[in-house]
Structures are given as structure tokens and as C-alpha cells.
């Protein structure tokens, strides 16, 4: 039977890690307000954009704009956004393993893999994937410029056709316990597939089609990468503020088993001590 002393200081340590927990919660849920606040105004512009610039790609000549041309699918590179710190449950591990799956689905293809956030780095550091860069400590202070600068870091790649295919993986925010990992097509920009029975429709454009996509599509691509990561750092705000909320109450249920214990200890050891009291006054 283990010592008082020593489950006095399981309890100790145990309620220092609660501190510890709650506190964290409480960082992450005070990031969390401005992470979606962020996000929330991003999302509209993000989606409508996508929405427009699809039906128009759909009907103009995939030749009128580099990031319109189809390369084919043989050079692929997988942009993935992971975070920089652990201890938001399965945030990280459920991103690394859909990008293990994608990558495993296209072995017959020419892989990359561009690895935002430290998590993914780490992970796939350690294995035989081909990096083909790496970026972490982005969200200590995430601005616009930064997206602006993978964005189109991503477009010179794919307009020298050093690849063929952009994909982003991510986690989406959905609510504070739920969150959704979202592969998407960066580049080239998707075209919506048209309905043959209905009658073939066209915008008039002002100024030309060619002077509209060379302003809109790369910023289109930056914005889709910009919603990308304020998607990912309210996920994780979110997925950490959850992971520290259960930690928490595991650690009060703990302490409460291991006071429960305690005490059945201790009176043990005084039942013990009359039991010879009694006995040595009887002999």
C-alpha cells in the first residue's frame, strides 16, 4: 500500500497540470473570438469569388489565362497547412494522415509537398516524402501579405508548368468541437460542368476577358489561400480549446478518484494502529 506522502503528491501534480489546462483553454478561447471573427469575414468574399470566377472559367477558352490551362496530372504538389504547436487532440493527426492517403493514392504520380506549420514538417521530415518547401511560425502573426507571398509563389510554379496540380489540405472550422479536413484543387482553377440541355449562356465583358482574368484570378488564388489559414487557425484555436476544456475535467475526476483513495489510506493506517493498541493493552 503506497505511502500518504506520495499520493499528497500525485494530487499536487495533478492539480498543477489542471492549472495548466484550464489556463490554456481559457488562451485558446480568447484567440479563438478574434481567429473567427477573422475567418467569418474572409468566408463570404472567399466563397462568391470562388462561385463567379468558376462560371466564368467554365464558359471562357482555358487558353485565355495561365491559371486556366489545364497541364495534365502528372506533377502534383499537396500544400499542406498544419499547426505549429500540439495539444489540440486529433487536429494534426488527422490532417497527416489524409495527406498520407493522398500521397499513397498518386504513387504512380511526380510528388511535392509545400508544408505550412511545424506539425507537418516534423512528421514528414522523418520520411521518404518529397519536400519541396516548408514554412513555420506563420501564425504567431498571420497578415495577408503572408498568403499573398505563398499564393504567389504557387502561381510561378505552376505557370513555368514546374507542376500540373495545386492541392490544398486543411482543416475547415465548422463549430469549437467539430472540425472538417477539406482537400481542394487550387490550380489550375476548376471549371463548373455546364448542364448540355440548358441554352449556352456568356457574359459581356468590360474591359476584355483577358484584362478581367489577368486582376481577378491571382487574386482569387491568394484569397483562396489567405481563407485557407484563417480556416486552419480558428480550427485549431478551436480543437485546442476543446482538448484543454476535457483535459481539465479528466483532471478533476482524477483528483477526486485519488482523494477517494487517499483517504481510504489513511484510514486504514489509523484502524491499524488500534487494532495494536488493542491488541498490546489486551496482552
Given amino acids: 500500500m503506497p505511502a500518504l506522502i506520495d499520493i499528497r503528491r500525485r494530487i499536487r501534480s495533478v492539480k498543477n497540470t489542471q492549472q495548466i489546462t484550464k489556463a490554456m483553454k481559457m488562451v485558446s478561447a480568447a484567440k479563438l473570438r478574434r481567429a473567427q471573427e477573422a475567418m467569418f469575414a474572409a468566408r463570404p468574399y472567399a466563397r462568391k469569388m470562388t462561385e463567379v470566377l468558376r462560371s466564368l472559367a ?9 491559371l486556366l490551362r489545364e497541364h495534365g496530372d502528372r506533377k502534383i504538389l499537396l500544400v ?32 511535392g509537398l509545400d508544408l505550412l506549420g511545424r506539425k ?29 507571398s505563398i499564393a504567389q509563389s504557387l502561381m510561378e510554379r505552376f505557370v513555368s508548368g514546374e507542376v500540373d496540380q495545386i492541392f490544398l489540405l486543411y482543416n475547415e472550422f465548422k463549430s469549437v468541437i467539430q472540425q472538417r479536413v477539406v482537400v481542394e484543387r487550387l490550380l489550375p482553377i476548376e471549371r463548373l460542368s455546364l448542364d448540355p440541355t440548358e441554352p449556352a449562356l456568356d457574359y459581356l465583358y468590360e ?23 484563417l480556416e486552419s487557425i480558428a480550427a485549431e484555436h478551436g480543437a485546442r480549446m476543446a482538448a484543454m476544456d476535457a ?25 491499524k494502529e488500534i487494532i495494536e493498541v488493542v491488541s498490546g493493552a489486551g496482552a
Fill in 120 to 148: 507537418g514538417r516534423d512528421f514528414f521530415r522523418k520520411r521518404r516524402y518529397p519536400i519541396q518547401s516548408e514554412r513555420v511560425g506563420l501564425f504567431a502573426s498571420l497578415h495577408f501579405s503572408l498568403a499573398q
Fill in 207 to 229: 474591359p476584355a476577358p483577358g484584362a478581367i482574368f489577368a486582376e481577378l484570378l491571382p487574386k482569387h488564388v491568394e484569397v483562396q489561400v489567405w481563407r485557407a489559414l
Fill in 58 to 66: 467554365s464558359r471562357a477558352n482555358p487558353e485565355s489565362h495561365p
Fill in 247 to 271: 483535459a481539465t475535467n479528466n483532471a478533476g475526476d482524477m483528483i477526486d478518484r485519488l482523494t477517494l483513495y487517499m483517504n481510504k489510506v489513511r484510514q486504514a493506517a489509523i484502524t
Fill in 80 to 111: 499542406l497547412i498544419t499547426a505549429d504547436k500540439g495539444l489540440c487532440g486529433g487536429f494534426n493527426a488527422n490532417l497527416i494522415r489524409t495527406a498520407q492517403r493522398f500521397l499513397d493514392e498518386r504513387k504512380d504520380k511526380e510528388l
